[in-house]
């Protein structure tokens, strides 16, 4: 029974006793008595409960409409039908959402509340049945067909022991629950009919309203009371289980023993409902872990770990870290390994399908496959492809996992500023987990999955600690292969996972990771290795992306190569992908709204979809002004050009440097002059020049910052065509470093800057003899239409970019006349 809902009517009849001037019947009087029943009820719904003939129970009203109804009532006949409903509503409830099976009231007492709500005691009378709905606004209004009762007679053994039954079971639950008031045994003695037995009954017993209402809508008396017992039994049944795990427990409990007391409660009810329980998850664990592969370490760990979730509460956090430790241990791919596959063949098709050119790189992993093959053990190289952004380093090792027949897994680590992701937190914080490496192997289902550790140059370091130093023994292959986790604690042998880190520069990365990392440097493509790729890859995929069809549309490669040199500037090919899916997208839109487009794209139709070029092709500006000379320079996104630019004016010899210059540039400027000054006479330059003439040293785009050590012989070449206003060889660019005696020095970048040469029309190149090994290293597919000049000395530089022209309209420099020197003699020698 439902200790509340029984307070609740004792209380509520006990109110309706001490009014005065109202008079309550008995309820074999109520549910005998039919005259005067009106066939036409206003309804008031109940949510929680069921009221049945002859109990007396309050209601709440709060709801405008019902409080207008109730009062009503009260002042009239006082009777309204009560009827449940099947669901709770938001908004007044529908005859869609009410029983059709309800009872009728008597109300005995309105009181209004101080907040405008009303509440009523009520006494039911007698059930009745819906027949139609008469008014629907401002409240419900039926026409009904009362129901009479038909219990069996009293007199009957079969209905005195039903009786006696249904009073014993009430008398069990009372004992077995001791929150009911002692009051109730008291009454439920006193009562002598059956069905008004069988009501006080249906209605205190804690079951469904659902159930309560099939109770109610039950017309034969001796069916309800059947019912009703079997209800009740159920219940007797759940309260003595419950009185069982009661007694299993410890009476004179602690704190700290009350929560262990709650734990057994919960587990002995886990087993009798079929649930598993924790030592059931504790065993199921077990049994995975003896299928795994590992060590005894990591075997003996595992147990012991197991061993002690048995002994904690399980409603504490340490349980709950504990617990996802094990499932972390046993989800791992302990020496589980996938099978390499060694057709050589095989895998330089996939890596010559999936990319063009980077023949160095997949020779290189050609090579590792070769040897693999050959040894069988031999441990994982660990490859740092490095290159500017787009030229395909991620997606490179994807292609080696398919080769391989790998499984891949790719972890970001742009931004990584917290050791501990890298190594995991100690299983002593809440909320410990494994490091990102663990929780990527989990996801790979292999110990020797090619894992690409992505942006390895843009990890960070804080005051948390510094992720990159936390690499070195993940990338070490002498100490991979006992990798200890924070969270783990046990040795990881990594040595079989075959690392590819990707980066765009080096400058950032430690010297130590540097070194543990076999740097294979990736260069930019060619125009001609672009259209290739565009044609093989990026076109495909983004007519698949934008849903378009391959015989629907056609780009020309010459179109490609126009929107190359018009709309890109790059060594990869990640914008030329974006600038292609621009044009795809102005198709598809023609192809939405059925409007013609040209079925294959040509140069003409690139500028009318992308605009007018962004990027000329072309930069070289001409030899008419002196001091303008082209440099070569390497970015982290591929090679570029830039112009250095020298101007004089009248002054006192003073040098001025702008265009965000770095340290290195401003040093090779102050280099490049104090040779000029020291070898002016070689050169042609009238000394009196740098005591009167100001110089200007410009590097055009000032908001970009600049710095390295590639345009030492640029600015000498520059100051050079200045002071003695010679013209610079037509379509000729430079690069190279020197020194304050002339000397030339080699610098590096030298692919990324043929590129860019080649994309602004250079048809010279001069640079250090040194680099001459980096040319030839690059293949003459990049170097067609170039001719290089290597040199080692200034002078060799001067006479090749320096022509003996003068420039159109010559600055002509005003000099003081030459001070005679005096000779010296003896006597004006000062001996100190």
Request: charged share 30%; hydrophobic share 40%.
């Amino acid at each position: 029974m439902n200790r509340d809902t029984f307070s609740k009517l004792v209380m509520a009849r006990q109110d309706v006793e001490n009014v005065e001037m109202i008079e309550i019947a008995s309820p074999e009087e109520v549910m005998e008595n039919e005259d005067n029943l009106p066939s036409d009820l206003a309804l008031l719904s109940l949510r929680n409960t069921v009221l049945f003939p002859g109990i007396v129970i309050p209601v709440t009203v709060t709801r405008q409409k019902f409080i207008k109804m109730v009062k009503k009532a009260y002042r009239t006949d006082r009777t309204v039908g009560v009827v449940a409903q099947v669901r709770h509503t938001p908004n007044e409830p529908t005859p869609e959402d009410l029983f059709k099976v309800g009872t009728i009231a008597h109300i005995l007492k309105m009181i209004v509340l101080p907040d405008g709500n009303v509440t009523v005691i009520i006494q039911g009378r007698r059930r009745f049945e819906v027949l139609e709905y008469t008014q629907t606004d401002p409240h419900l209004m039926a026409n009904v067909k009362y129901i009479p009762e038909s219990f069996p007679n009293v007199r009957k053994k079969e209905t005195k022991a039903l009786l006696q039954s249904l009073k014993e079971a009430a008398y069990k639950i009372l004992n077995l629950n001791p929150d009911i008031p002692r009051d109730a045994q008291m009454a439920i003695s006193n009562i002598d009919s059956p069905s008004f037995l069988t009501h006080f009954l249906s209605s205190n017993l804690n079951i469904e309203i659902s159930e309560k209402q099939l109770l109610l809508e039950t017309f034969d008396g001796g069916e309800q009371a059947h019912k009703l017992l079997e209800h009740m039994m159920k219940e007797i049944q759940v309260l003595e289980i419950k009185r069982d795990i009661q007694s299993k427990a410890s009476i004179d409990i602690d704190q700290q023993q009350k929560e262990y007391y709650l734990r057994q409660q919960i587990k002995v009810l886990q087993e009798e409902l079929g649930m598993e329980s924790p030592d059931q998850e504790v065993e199921k664990l077990r049994a995975k872990g003896s299928k795994k592969k590992w060590t005894k370490e990591a075997n003996d760990h595992f147990n012991k770990e197991l061993n002690k979730i048995l002994r904690m509460n399980s409603m504490s956090p340490e349980y709950g870290v504990s617990l996802n430790y094990a499932e972390t241990m046993v989800d791992l791919p302990w020496n589980e390994y996938t099978k390499d596959n060694f057709d050589l063949k095989r895998a330089k098709k996939i890596l010559d399908a999936d990319h063009s050119g980077l023949e160095k790189v997949k020779e290189r992993i050609i090579e590792y496959l070769a040897v693999l093959k050959l040894r069988n053990d031999m441990k994982a190289p660990i490859l740092c492809l490095y290159g500017p952004p787009g030229v395909g380093k991620t997606s490179l090792g994807k292609s080696i996992a398919k080769a391989l027949g790998r499984n891949y897994v790719r972890m970001a680590l742009g931004g990584l500023h917290d050791e501990a992701e890298i190594r995991g937190h100690r299983k002593t914080y809440i909320g410990a987990m494994p490091g990102k490496l663990i929780v990527n192997l989990q996801k790979a289902k292999s110990s020797n999955p090619v894992f690409v550790l992505d942006e390895i140059d843009k990890v960070n370091r804080d005051q948390r600690g510094d992720p990159s130093s936390a690499l070195l023994e993940v990338l070490d292959p002498e100490q991979n292969n006992a990798f200890k986790d924070n969270y783990l604690e046990v040795d990881y042998d990594l040595s079989k996972v075959l690392f590819i880190a990707t980066a765009n520069s080096l400058d950032t990365v430690q010297g130590p990771l540097r070194d543990r990392m076999e740097i294979i440097e990736i260069s930019g493509y060619t125009v001609e290795e672009k259209i290739e790729i565009a044609r093989k890859h990026l076109v495909p995929k983004q007519l698949e992306q934008h849903g378009i069809k391959a015989k629907d549309l056609k780009i020309d490669d010459k179109a490609i190569q126009k929107v190359i040199e018009g709309y890109t500037r790059e060594s990869g090919v990640r914008r030329l992908e974006q600038q292609i899916g621009s044009l795809i997208r102005k198709i598809a839109k023609s192809v939405a709204m059925n409007e013609e487009y040209p079925k294959t794209v040509k140069p003409e139709h690139v500028e009318k979809m992308l605009g007018g070029v962004i990027f000329d092709r072309d930069l070289y500006e001409g030899n008419d002004v002196p001091g303008v000379v082209t440099g070569l320079a390497w970015t982290s996104v591929g090679g570029d050009i830039l112009f250095i630019e020298s101007s004089l004016s009248r002054g006192k010899g003073q040098i001025t440097l702008s265009g965000q210059l770095g340290d290195v540039m401003k040093e090779s400027a102050i280099t490049a002059l104090s040779y000029l000054k020291s070898h002016a006479d070689s050169i042609g330059i009238d000394y009196r020049i740098f005591q009167n003439y100001d110089l200007h040293v410009h590097v055009p785009q000032g908001a970009v910052p600049k710095d390295g050590p590639s345009a030492g012989i640029t600015m000498l070449t520059s100051m050079a065509s200045m002071f003695t206003q010679r013209k610079i060889k037509p379509n000729t660019a430079m690069t190279g470093e020197i020194t304050l005696r002339g000397k030339v020095l080699p610098v590096g970048g030298i692919k990324e800057k043929i590129l860019a040469a080649k994309r602004a029309g250079i048809k010279d190149i001069i640079m250090c003899y040194k680099n001459r090994k980096d040319v030839e290293e690059v293949g003459e597919a990049y170097t067609i239409g170039l001719t290089f000049h290597y040199v080692d000395y200034v002078e060799e530089v001067l006479e090749i970019a320096l022509l003996n022209e003068k420039v159109n309209n010559p600055l002509h420099f005003i000099l003081p006349e030459e001070k005679k020197e005096t000779p010296v003699t003896p006597l004006d020698v000062v001996v100190v």
